[in-house]
């Protein structure tokens, strides 16, 4: 690149180089020594959690149970990604013989390998300071798979991200590996961030926040002259359809469980059911009167970011002011954080209207009437693509049933059929991610052993000699 004399741009530069000079090493390396980094960056979170958690807690305002939560998960989904390597995954090799005679039956030998991508530029969220921070699961899986990376430390909680990477280097000294492994960029602007998306060192972005953030370092990276793939989760409204039979058997208990996930982290996670789609009835207004009543009285911690608490009242405000909106309670004052605020609308004014449609991030959220099923499709379409949808009440195998759970596929990426989408298990079978705008890349996740996935390429070799495929 050329020369700059941007103190800020010299310090991504200078990470960023650090970082190329250890990808052949680390795509090169053994299981071993993979897993062995893998489990000691996880022993050491262990370490020095009571600090670490104490310096977060100044941070975020999360809370120490939360946050308690929060390392144990970090550290266990970096030992899963160890014995993902353990089990070989990212060298897995498919091998096609040779079969001597003209083609199509005849070919020649094929090997099918993975090769990692190179450093990954990784972007850390704010709502989780470890599980999606500077040794969150985007690291692990790209660590995993053989990739360094470049750490951009998010501001709202720049000492805890300084804290955990002294610690990260601390475990790459002990074991002899070399410091650009894992680098980080701290204090940098969203000028920075998209330096950084365009360096040609970098070979991959993951990034987990907002979508005018995410799709603007998206473009980014597109723009460059030679493209490298962007892995955004962008965030979504999580539509939860709730059928009256469900509702008349066990309204007012999952009331009480909807208005808890609306609240939890006050409402600053990418999985917080933002819109409640139910059909007509007596069983679906006594629930909404449930979930009003559960909702009004909860008290929210503080939002993460002054600009985040701006973002809340701004959505808020839209709502409120919106003609085809009508508020379901008068909010209490607000405590430590917002007051929850729950809004009702039309099925038709929802599918209308696409700003009733934008995701309000915090402890708010829509219910949508629909006059009938096919209109519940046509909201879930309107939605477009979401990380989660939830379906209460479809026990049978009923068309009500099938063709709102068909839609469901079409558009979510993870399709629940009970409890609520807040909580997302760190599984081989789990998807987090989800069509346009949920994410970028919808056919990967960014949570779950999969995620190792996102930072190979895949490889042929023809005819390779012995000394090439190891056999």
């Known amino acids: 690149m050329a020369a700059n004399n941007s103190p800020e741009l010299q310090q991504i530069d200078q990470v960023v180089a650090a970082s190329a000079a250890t990808a052949e090493l680390w795509a090169t390396s053994t299981p071993a020594l993979r897993a062995a980094l893998l489990d000691g960056l996880a022993q050491a979170l262990e370490a020095h959690q009571a600090e670490l958690v104490a310096l977060a807690d100044a941070e975020t305002h999360l809370g120490a149970g939360r946050l308690n939560g929060e390392v144990a998960r970090t550290a266990f989904q970096l030992r899963g990604f160890a014995t993902e390597v353990r089990n070989g995954v990212p060298y897995a090799v498919v091998d096609d013989e040779a079969i001597a005679g003209a083609p199509p039956a005849g070919r020649p030998r094929l090997t099918r390998v993975s090769e990692p991508l190179g450093p990954v530029a990784m972007f850390s969220a704010s709502n989780f300071p470890f599980a999606f921070s500077v040794l969150g699961g985007d690291t692990a899986s790209a660590l995993a798979a053989g990739c360094p990376v470049v750490v951009k430390a998010h501001s709202g909680h720049p000492q805890l991200s300084r804290a955990v990477f002294d610690i990260a280097q601390g475990v790459l000294k002990a074991q002899s590996l070399p410091a ?22 970098i070979a991959a972005v993951a990034f987990t926040g907002s979508f005018g953030g995410g799709t603007a370092l998206w473009r980014a990276a597109n723009e460059r002259p030679v493209p490298v793939p962007f892995f955004g989760e962008l965030g ?15 309204g007012e208990s999952l009331a009480k469980t909807l208005a808890g996930s609306i609240t939890m982290g006050c409402g600053q996670f990418c999985t917080s059911p ?20 559960a909702l009004q009285p909860l008290s929210t911690h503080a939002m993460l970011t002054d600009g985040m608490r701006k973002g809340f009242e701004h959505g808020v405000a839209q709502l409120e002011q919106a003609a085809e909106t009508r508020a379901l309670f008068q909010p209490a004052a607000d405590t430590q954080g917002p007051a929850p605020r729950l809004f009702e609308v039309s099925g038709q004014a929802f599918i209308d209207n696409v700003h009733l449609r934008e995701e309000v991030f915090g402890p708010a959220a829509v219910v949508v009437r629909a006059a009938s099923v096919e209109q519940i499709n046509q909201v879930l379409e309107a939605i477009g693509g979401t990380l989660t949808a939830t379906l209460w009440g479809f026990e049978q195998a009923d068309e009500q049933a099938r063709t709102i759970y068909r839609t469901a596929r079409k558009i979510a990426g993870r399709v629940l059929f009970g409890g609520v989408p807040t909580g997302v298990a760190v599984t081989a079978a789990q998807q987090h991610g989800g069509p346009w705008p949920a994410s970028t890349q919808p056919q990967t996740t960014s949570v779950g052993y999969a995620a190792l996935q996102r930072f190979l390429r895949p490889v042929a070799l023809q005819d390779a000699p012995a000394w090439v495929v190891g056999n």
């Open 180 to 201: 650009g492994l894992i680098g980080l960029v701290d204090g940098a602007s969203r000028a920075a961030g998209t330096y950084l998306v365009q360096h040609p060192q």
């Open 236 to 250: 979504s409204i999580n539509p939860l359809i709730a059928l009256p039979h469900v509702l008349e058997r066990d």
């Open 274 to 293: 933002g819109v409640i789609v139910l059909l007509p009835g007596a069983a679906s207004d006594r629930f909404v009167d449930h979930l009003a009543t």
